[in-house]
């Protein structure tokens, strides 16, 4: 053990005596920049008063000099000065009196006759003199207390005793009733001069030149966080100095007992590494208590970010949290089974995790249980090649009911092929010979025509699907999706009359040409249109009725036909589901109309979907590319 471990227990007190210096530092610091901030704010309160004061005297000599300028060439007297509204004005304002003298300084008149007294009556009066004409003067009397209560804000009245004070130190006039000169030596203040003369005598030059204007802050900042800085330092090191020899004396005792387990530590670290086995110890709370290198390594979370952490885990994937936190709290409770259990956590890398655990007590050295003790097998690669197995064998049976499948709709189109010639060699030798007896009954002709072209439109389905089912590629060529639509609804649009449903229609207009096999594609609207109306036969009918509305849309670089219906929906179940072959929720179903129907889309680079509308029924829809580079190809699978 070096010198710098030994003494390491007076780090504490070292760094609490420079804690404490700072402290001190700051303090002194701190009362530093508040007095300066307190002077600076003073100085800035004085100067804008003394300004406003200037400002003020400087509006009532303007308005004494209309007056004089109103009064100049007429005859003096009170009743003249008294009918002068700038006297009333001034009176209401600042000033106590007005007198108007001759040359010879006597009074010629004065309003009011008699001033009045007020409670600045005691103090000094200044005056404001405006000549009027060439042998007359008008004076009038302020006082200086009113000015400093009319002049200053009320704000800097409310935070400031404001005096004026001449050369000698004597008080012209204050703000407040009885100032105290001698208490204002412990208040900060400062003093601005007065710029410009204040006439103290109204018969002569005498003028108050030196007079200036002192504030003087009425409730200093108080310096509380000296005194408090202090006495929490006082009792701070005497306590921090009892704490560093306490810690020195454990310190002593953790060094021998570290120096006794290092090496049982060692050699018991060193055998659960070794193991394959992932282990963790966790308590009652399922807070984990340890885990190995292997355990660390299978969940790829290091320890220092597992140990001591509460469930959840970080190795939980996050769609099974509930499950997991059911199932943890069973084990913690002594629910895990002897032989253990499978569980799916995550790795760190986003990939599952398959293991195998199992639980047992875990004691301590007075043979007390404080938690379990876990130990994991990884069978990811066992399961994955059990789910692999389990898939060839489900191909290999898919891929036999495909072809037998195949087999049976090839030998079906093969054999309907030749009824349904029949039916069209027929139906032209009765045409035949109708127009040779000279039979004209247009009923009968239009039926047997609409019968040929029934008979040739249902040889070309059995053809093309016949096609389609052995592995040879769709006739694509330019078509019209609205034409390919409305030939499909045609043939449905009887059926669905007859089971009372009503077929809409909406075509968007100008939709631009695709590149399909329009028959093929024809087979899928009348699937989607089928499918809606078997749908709709367990709805009873109700105020909107039964309804299927088919609309195409262009979206983006796609044409998008939807079969939406108002029926009981999807139920939530997905299109991967409703698609996979041999699935079916009908009754007589074969469950390969939709899986068909999907096929056909994605031959055409194409996408089928199917969504729950809001307020009930489903939504099928599909999309064909508008253009396309290369033909596009594709194959039944």
Request: charged share 25%; aromatic share 4%; proline share 6%.
């Amino acid at each position: 053990m070096n010198a710098l471990t030994r003494h390491l227990w007076l780090a504490p007190l070292a760094l609490s005596l420079v804690f404490v210096l700072g402290v001190l530092a700051w303090v002194r610091a701190n009362g530093i920049e508040e007095r300066e901030t307190q002077r600076q704010t003073l100085i800035s309160d004085a100067l804008s008063t003394e300004v406003q004061l200037r400002g003020r005297i400087d509006e009532e000599l303007a308005h004494l000099r209309q007056l004089a300028a109103a009064l100049a060439g007429r005859p003096p007297s009170a009743a003249l000065l008294s009918a002068q509204p700038e006297v009333n004005a001034g009176l209401r304002r600042l000033w106590q009196s007005v007198t108007w003298l001759d040359a010879r300084n006597r009074v010629l008149a004065e309003v009011p006759a008699q001033a009045t007294a007020s409670r600045y009556e005691d103090g000094l009066s200044l005056h404001l003199t405006a000549p009027v004409g060439p042998d007359g003067v008008l004076v009038v009397r302020y006082a200086p207390a009113l000015l400093l209560k009319l002049g200053v804000p009320w704000w800097l009245a409310r935070k400031y005793d404001l005096q004026l004070v001449d050369s000698a130190d004597q008080v012209i006039a204050s703000s407040t009733e009885s100032p105290l000169r001698a208490a204002q030596g412990v208040r900060p203040s400062y003093r601005v001069a007065l710029t410009g003369p204040l006439r103290a005598s109204p018969l002569a030059e005498a003028t108050l030149a030196d007079a200036a204007l002192e504030l003087t802050l009425r409730e200093p900042l108080p310096d509380g966080v000296r005194p408090l800085a202090l006495v929490l330092v006082a009792g701070f090191l005497p306590l921090i100095a009892v704490a560093s020899w306490l810690l020195r004396r454990q310190m002593r005792r953790v060094q021998r007992a570290e120096i006794a387990g290092r090496t049982e530590a060692a050699w018991r670290r060193a055998m659960e590494d070794s193991a394959l086995v992932g282990l963790r110890a966790r308590d009652f709370d399922g807070r984990l208590l340890y885990v190995n290198r292997t355990f660390c390594e299978m969940v790829g979370v290091p320890a220092e970010q597992m140990v001591g952490k509460l469930p959840p885990m970080p190795y939980w994937p996050p769609d099974a949290l509930d499950e997991l936190t059911e199932r943890n709290r069973r084990n913690l409770a002594g629910g895990a089974p002897r032989e253990g259990f499978e569980a799916r956590w995550q790795h760190a890398s986003g990939r599952p995790v398959e293991v195998m655990v199992f639980e047992s007590p875990l004691v301590d050295a007075a043979g007390r249980q404080i938690g379990w003790m876990g130990s994991i097998l990884d069978i990811t690669e066992r399961k994955r090649l059990e789910e692999r197995e389990r898939r060839e064998v489900e191909t290999l049976a898919h891929n036999a009911r495909l072809t037998m499948l195949g087999e049976v709709a090839s030998t079906l189109a093969h054999e309907l092929n030749q009824p349904l010639t029949a039916i069209a060699s027929y139906n032209a030798g009765i045409s035949n010979s109708l127009a040779k007896l000279g039979v004209q009954d247009e009923l009968v002709l239009g039926a047997l025509q609409r019968l040929g072209q029934q008979a040739e439109h249902a040889g070309r389905i059995v053809a093309r699907i016949r096609e389609f089912l052995t592995r040879r590629e769709p006739r694509h060529e330019r078509c019209e999706l609205n034409e390919v639509i409305t030939a499909a609804l045609d043939l449905m649009r009887r059926d669905c009359q007859r089971r009372g449903i009503t077929l809409a229609l909406t075509l968007v207009p100008g939709t631009p040409a695709v590149h399909a096999d329009a028959v093929l594609i024809e087979q899928v609207v009348i699937n989607l249109v089928r499918n809606a109306a078997d749908a709709l036969q367990t709805r009873p009918p109700g105020p909107g009725g039964r309804l299927i509305t088919v609309s195409s849309r262009v979206a983006g670089e796609f044409v998008r036909i939807d079969v939406r219906d108002n029926g009981p929906g999807l139920q939530g179940r997905r299109i991967e589901q409703l698609c996979a072959p041999f699935y079916t929720t009908k009754s007589e179903g074969m469950g390969m109309g939709l899986a068909i129907c999907r096929s056909i889309v994605e031959a055409h680079h194409g996408v089928l979907d199917a969504e729950d509308v809001p307020g009930g029924g489903a939504l099928f829809s599909f999309s064909l590319p508008v253009t396309s580079e290369h033909e596009p190809q594709g194959t039944l699978t």
